[in-house]
């Protein structure tokens, strides 16, 4: 059974930065697709960045394109995110997912999910 461990959440101000990560436990082969998600009490989960495991492609959503970007370390099994420029708008708690396959930025094709970590950008 694959478990995913976030951390690196907290709080920060608007301009900021943060880097989440994510430690994956349980077999997940290298071609996968690991990504962030976020989501707030007013709005879906929605896809931040993914990766694909395999050859280290990188997709992002628009809103965070050029501010956000999305690493892994294999020999740690961990996916990273690192966040620049944060803005009040980022606030969210942000999950970790996995899927076995090819990347996609919808929520519902994700297999397994972290347990969420709290990110607060105030203004």
């Known amino acids: 059974q694959v478990q995913l461990v976030e951390s690196g959440g907290g709080s920060v101000q608007a301009g900021g930065s943060l880097t989440l990560s994510c430690t994956s436990s349980g077999y997940i082969s290298s071609g996968s697709c690991m990504g962030w998600f976020r989501q707030t009490t007013s709005k879906e989960r929605e896809g931040v960045a993914l990766i694909y495991t395999g050859n280290g492609i990188t997709y992002y959503a628009d809103s965070v394109k050029g501010r956000f970007t999305i690493s892994q370390d294999n020999a740690k099994n961990t996916v990273y995110l690192q966040m620049h420029s944060l803005k009040p708008e980022d606030t969210a708690i942000y999950y970790c997912?996995?899927?076995?396959?090819?990347?996609?930025?919808?929520?519902?094709?994700?297999?397994?999910w972290g347990q969420g970590t709290q990110v607060t950008v105030s203004s």
């Open positions: 997912a996995a899927r076995r396959i090819y990347c996609t930025f919808q929520p519902r094709d994700f297999d397994y």
